[in-house]
């Protein structure tokens, strides 16, 4: 069952805090623990990183050839291979499309300006393992940075004893250069400092647990993230004409990942909210993960009857969620009142899961509020830009002055002279 809660300015309010906080800071213990690991893997290298691998998994870091990415491949059935395949020719084409150009023009002072864009050199993709094997995580995180046109994609997961197959085929299907057995904070510190046969890189992307998630946060400065992935998060907003079985089910899909997953409806009917909580009774009790879901809809997911489809979508961007569903009966007019979201999914026929493997658009969004100002992973994330500017003497003349008078009012004499000595005559 999920609460539903009637808005008042007051109720819903509660029960947003209550969401936030349930993403609140890796507590202490785990931050001293991941940073003395950082800080011994800076200072010792992988010897270090060799000891924390043996402590924590039992053996120490070893390196996947292509041939064993190749061989995972044929292990795996027939129709995944297949659906693998279909989500990265998908995510690919979709940022293909995305993907920006350098670009030069002509100044209105006669100069060349322009930009020059780059993909990193180097990135890592970090990858779960044990029972949390994502092969769909290992597309969406290497495919747009195969697309960026970064020259190494370094992937590492914990040396687990059965690697699982998918994602190994993943990273083979995904154009993954090296593949790593490694894991935890030291596999992080390793990415972030180099470490023997490990290489630094230039941003770490992918999912961990919280000695991945606080590693990550250190290691922010010396490379690039990311972002800090809090507990996942559903919000559907929905009128009358929506069927609360397609509801339910969705927001049963997001309440699955674990018991701090928030799923919430909003609504402007108060029969669909009953209906849509008798759904979730019912399809609760043939599902797989029914404890997990009770607790995370107990805990963390509700109903809140609104006025207005308008005050819906006002609640939602104060929400920000990772992903948001609109399944009303004109879902597109919906949309331009949409501030804050991750990912926007439109109608009865687009739920989230389809953007989770098949769509195209990445599922690495960001949660817990970050809307707001984070954007999806994409293409973009894995590229990088340097200014080009190109005067001659003719145009640089003309404005000489106005830049003399700029570096002067700074009191940078040398900039000034730097323009001034351009124009003496020679010997003077």
Not at 257 to 271: I, Q, R
């Amino acid at each position: 069952m999920i609460e539903i809660i009637k808005a008042d300015g007051r109720a819903e309010g509660e029960r947003i805090d209550a969401m936030r906080a349930r993403a609140a800071q890796v507590g202490a213990g785990i931050q001293r623990a991941v940073s003395a690991v950082m800080e011994d893997v800076k200072a010792r290298g992988y010897e270090a990183v060799k000891e924390y691998s043996l402590r924590f998994d039992g053996t120490e870091p070893y390196e996947l050839s292509q041939a064993d990415l190749t061989a995972a491949c044929d292990r795996c059935p027939k129709d995944l291979i297949a659906a693998l395949e279909h989500a990265a020719a998908n995510i690919r084409d979709y940022n293909e499309k995305l993907l920006v150009k350098s670009r030069e023009w002509t100044s209105p002072d006669g100069g060349v300006v322009g930009r020059v864009v780059r993909g990193l050199t180097r990135v890592g993709v970090y990858v779960p393992g044990g029972t949390a094997a994502y092969p769909s995580s290992v597309l969406m995180n290497a495919v747009p940075a195969k697309v960026a046109g970064v020259e190494e994609i370094v992937m590492v997961t914990p040396p687990t004893e059965n690697l699982s197959d998918a994602v190994l085929a993943a990273a083979k299907i995904a154009g993954v250069d090296r593949c790593i057995a490694v894991g935890g904070a030291q596999a992080v510190a390793a990415l972030t400092y180099g470490a023997g046969f490990i290489p630094k890189v230039d941003k770490l992307v992918g999912p961990g647990n919280a000695y991945v998630a606080a590693a990550k946060r250190l290691a922010y400065g010396e490379l690039d993230i990311d972002m800090v992935a809090g507990p996942s998060e559903v919000l559907v907003i929905a009128d009358g004409t929506a069927d609360p079985r397609f509801v339910a089910a969705d927001l049963l899909s997001q309440a699955e990942h674990d018991k701090l997953a928030s799923a919430v409806l909003l609504t402007d009917d108060l029969e669909l909210a009953r209906a849509v909580d008798a759904e979730i009774v019912r399809q609760t009790g043939y599902l797989s993960r029914s404890e997990i879901m009770e607790a995370s809809l107990r805990d963390f997911g509700c109903a809140i009857v609104c006025e207005t489809l308008d005050d819906c979508a006002a609640l939602a961007n104060e929400i920000a969620p990772e992903h948001l569903e609109i399944v009303t009966n004109h879902p597109r007019a919906l949309l331009p009142q949409v501030k804050n979201a991750g990912a926007v999914f439109l109608g009865s026929w687009s739920p989230e899961p389809l953007g989770d493997y098949l769509a195209g658009p990445d599922h690495v969004l960001p949660t817990s509020g970050t809307a707001r100002f984070f954007s999806p992973l994409s293409v973009d994330s894995f590229l990088k830009s340097m200014s080009v500017i190109q005067y001659d003497r003719a145009s640089l003349a003309p404005i000489r002055d106005q830049i003399i008078t700029l570096a002067e009012s700074e009191k940078l004499t040398a900039h000034a002279n730097s323009i001034r000595v351009r124009f003496e005559e020679e010997g003077v």
